[in-house]
């Protein structure tokens, strides 16, 4: 069985930097506080949207943070419209992380739309010392011409404005070159990752609309 994803979109990033839970509040606005399970692999979700008249799918690919699945995130940001490279606000290493992310996309996936996304913005309000200096990754974004988004998964906060930015991206830059079906749906994708996964983003047996 086959969902028809026209943007497949591919989040990227250190482990633990709030992928998962990113993911999860955007298709089921849920947050499952304290829950540390690591991705294995890639998790895959979809969710139809209506953008500007336009109906789209989009396919979002949660790969794993941990080095150990560096080889096989390559395998996952191939044709990815736009990724999401995240760092955790408050941990400078996933920061230098996301950067590598970013030099690799760049070098290898040159139409793809970078979007840098700040997570865990809750625990920087209170603690805002720690943080990473929001100029800093302000300037980095701009630099390689990324947009930049700061999120909180558990408050929900900047998250629609991120994917549906994504969607207005997407639509704009394919007007550009063709007109977009009033349904959609261009690339035949699978819908779950063969590799398997230790979580989905998706309850298994359908992706959500
Ligand atoms: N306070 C707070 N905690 C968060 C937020 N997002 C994620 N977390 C916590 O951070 C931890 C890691 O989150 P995940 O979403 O699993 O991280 P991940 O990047 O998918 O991790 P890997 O699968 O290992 O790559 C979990 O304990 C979450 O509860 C957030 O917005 N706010």
């Given amino acids: 069985m086959t969902a028809k994803v026209d943007l497949k979109v591919v989040l990227l990033g250190r482990e633990a930097s709030g992928k998962t839970c990113l993911v999860d509040r955007y298709l089921h606005d849920r947050f499952n506080f304290g829950v540390n399970q690591a991705t294995v692999g890639a998790a895959f979700g979809a969710k139809k949207l209506q953008i500007g008249g336009h109906t789209i799918t989009m396919g979002i690919w949660d790969t794993a943070g941990s080095e150990r699945y560096e080889a096989m995130s390559r395998i996952y940001y191939r044709g990815a419209k736009a990724a999401i490279t995240c760092f955790d606000v408050m941990d400078p290493t996933s920061f230098e992380r996301l950067k590598f992310w ?91 990752d063969p590799v398997g996964s230790g979580r989905s983003a998706e309850p298994a047996g359908g992706c959500c609309a």
Avoid: M
């Fill in 102 to 192: 970013v030099n690799e996309l760049r070098n290898n996936e040159e139409h793809c739309k970078l979007y840098i996304c700040g997570t865990k913005v809750d625990i920087a309000e209170g603690n805002r010392s720690g943080r990473v200096d929001v100029h800093s990754v302000s300037d980095y974004a701009d630099e390689v011409h990324a947009r930049y988004f700061d999120t909180s998964s558990k408050t929900g906060q900047g998250i629609q404005e991120l994917f549906t930015a994504i969607a207005e991206d997407f639509i704009q830059s394919e007007s550009k070159t063709r007109t977009l079906a009033a349904d959609g749906a261009t690339v035949p994708l699978a819908r779950r």
